[in-house]
């Protein structure tokens, strides 16, 4: 059975910096699409950046040059590097883990969440 566990989120400035990280249990690691989403109070959860099992990468033009999603295979983790934070990006962010060989949706494996939280 596949879990997840994020960590890393925290209270920063407007500006500041923060990694996150989700480490995965179970099989197939290397070659699952992971994502990085987050939901705002009163928003819609939303995919921030994906990264697949060739480390082909996507990001929502709302943090294009600003994130950064990585992964360590030997780790079994998934990372989200968030530079220039802005206020707009406080949410809680969750990360997924697409069914293999498919693309991240409905049917994701989903972690906990880990609280963003941006002061401006």
């Known amino acids: 059975q596949v879990q997840l566990v994020e960590s890393g989120g925290d209270l920063v400035q407007a500006g500041g910096s923060l990694r996150l990280s989700c480490a995965a249990s179970?099989?197939?690691?290397?070659?699952?699409?992971m994502g990085w989403y987050r939901q705002a109070p009163g928003k819609q959860r939303e995919l921030v950046a994906s990264?697949?099992?060739?480390?082909?990468?996507n990001y929502a033009d709302s943090v294009k040059g600003r994130f950064t999603i990585s992964k360590d295979n030997a780790r079994n983790t998934v990372y989200l590097k968030m530079n220039s934070l802005k206020f707009e990006d406080k949410a809680v962010y969750y990360c997924?883990?697409?069914?293999?060989?498919?693309?991240?949706?409905?049917?994701?494996?989903w972690g906990q969440g880990t609280q963003v939280t941006v002061s401006s």
């Open positions: 179970g099989s197939f690691f290397r070659i699952n699409t």
């Open positions: 990264i697949t099992g060739d480390g082909s990468t």
């Open positions: 997924a883990r697409a069914p293999l060989g498919s693309p991240l949706g409905s049917r994701n494996v």
